[in-house]
């Protein structure tokens, strides 16, 4: 069986919460966390894009 080792974490960058999941050592960043980063927009191309 594998285990894994989660972390969370969360970041104010410019006034816009970016939450970051630690998995295994790894960030994984919340896309919707990094389209409003972006752009302020969680549009389906802006996801394509990331």
């Not at 104010?12 to 409003?36: E, H, K, M, T, Y």
């Not at 972006?38 to 802006?46: E, F, M, Q, R, V």
Request: glycine share 8%; with cysteine; aromatic share 14%.
């Amino acid at each position: 069986m594998t285990e894994f080792t989660f972390q969370h974490l969360r970041f104010d960058f410019n006034n816009v919460n970016l939450r970051v999941i630690g998995l295994n050592g790894q960030p994984w960043f919340v896309a919707v966390d990094v389209c409003n980063v972006l752009n302020g927009s969680t549009t389906g191309s802006t996801k394509a894009f990331i």
